[in-house]
Protein backbone atom coordinates (compact mmCIF):
# COMPACT_ATOMS: atom_id res chain seq x y z
CA UNK A 1 0.00 0.00 0.00
CA UNK A 2 1.24 3.17 -1.05
CA UNK A 3 0.47 6.65 1.03
CA UNK A 4 0.96 10.29 0.81
CA UNK A 5 0.84 12.75 3.39
CA UNK A 6 0.13 16.64 3.54
CA UNK A 7 -0.13 19.22 6.13
CA UNK A 8 -2.80 22.28 5.49
CA UNK A 9 -4.62 25.03 6.28
CA UNK A 10 -8.94 24.13 6.07
CA UNK A 11 -10.73 27.45 5.14
CA UNK A 12 -13.91 28.12 6.10
CA UNK A 13 -16.40 25.39 6.41
CA UNK A 14 -13.33 22.94 6.98
CA UNK A 15 -13.47 19.36 6.00
CA UNK A 16 -16.49 17.35 6.35
CA UNK A 17 -15.39 13.50 7.80
CA UNK A 18 -17.23 10.40 8.06
CA UNK A 19 -16.82 9.84 11.46
CA UNK A 20 -16.62 13.30 13.21
CA UNK A 21 -18.21 15.71 11.05
CA UNK A 22 -16.39 19.03 10.20
CA UNK A 23 -12.53 19.32 11.04
CA UNK A 24 -11.01 23.05 11.32
CA UNK A 25 -7.32 24.58 11.10
CA UNK A 26 -4.25 23.13 10.93
CA UNK A 27 -5.08 19.55 9.40
CA UNK A 28 -2.89 16.58 7.72
CA UNK A 29 -4.40 15.58 4.55
CA UNK A 30 -3.26 11.49 3.82
CA UNK A 31 -4.30 9.56 0.74
CA UNK A 32 -3.47 5.42 0.61
CA UNK A 33 -3.58 3.66 -2.41
CA UNK A 34 -4.26 0.20 -1.87
CA UNK A 35 -2.86 -2.72 -4.73
CA UNK A 36 -6.23 -2.91 -5.72
CA UNK A 37 -6.66 0.41 -7.25
CA UNK A 38 -8.60 1.97 -4.37
CA UNK A 39 -7.59 5.07 -2.76
CA UNK A 40 -8.98 6.47 0.69
CA UNK A 41 -8.14 9.66 1.68
CA UNK A 42 -8.28 10.78 5.24
CA UNK A 43 -7.71 13.81 7.46
CA UNK A 44 -6.11 13.94 11.14
CA UNK A 45 -4.81 17.52 13.33
CA UNK A 46 -1.48 18.22 12.80
CA UNK A 47 0.52 16.19 15.69
CA UNK A 48 -2.42 13.81 16.53
CA UNK A 49 -3.15 10.01 16.38
CA UNK A 50 -6.32 9.41 14.97
CA UNK A 51 -7.59 9.43 11.54
CA UNK A 52 -10.58 10.82 10.01
CA UNK A 53 -12.01 9.52 6.47
CA UNK A 54 -13.00 12.69 4.21
CA UNK A 55 -16.67 12.08 3.38
CA UNK A 56 -16.62 11.43 -0.72
CA UNK A 57 -13.43 11.22 -1.14
CA UNK A 58 -12.50 7.46 -1.59
CA UNK A 59 -12.29 5.98 -5.38
CA UNK A 60 -10.65 3.97 -7.68
CA UNK A 61 -7.67 4.96 -9.68
CA UNK A 62 -7.03 2.78 -13.00
CA UNK A 63 -3.35 3.34 -12.87
CA UNK A 64 -1.20 3.60 -9.52
CA UNK A 65 0.56 6.44 -11.49
CA UNK A 66 -2.43 8.77 -11.04
CA UNK A 67 -1.99 8.68 -6.75
CA UNK A 68 0.12 11.38 -6.88
CA UNK A 69 -1.71 13.84 -9.20
CA UNK A 70 -5.06 12.85 -7.09
CA UNK A 71 -3.19 13.84 -3.65
CA UNK A 72 -2.13 17.21 -5.14
CA UNK A 73 -5.62 17.78 -6.73
CA UNK A 74 -7.62 16.96 -3.02
CA UNK A 75 -4.25 19.07 -1.10
CA UNK A 76 -4.97 22.14 -3.43
CA UNK A 77 -8.98 21.88 -2.70
CA UNK A 78 -8.36 21.81 0.92
CA UNK A 79 -5.71 23.90 1.53
CA UNK A 80 -7.57 27.16 2.31
CA UNK A 81 -5.28 29.34 4.60
CA UNK A 82 -6.80 32.55 3.73
CA UNK A 83 -10.58 31.69 3.56
Do not use: Q
Not at 15 to 20: A, G, I, R, S
Not at 60 to 81: C, F, G, I, K, M
Request: charged share 25%; aromatic share 4%; net charge negative.
Amino acid sequence: MASLSSLFVAGPGGVMTDEVGVVTGDLELCTELSDDGKLRASVRYEGAEEWYAITGAACSLADPRDHEPVHSLLLALLNRPDG
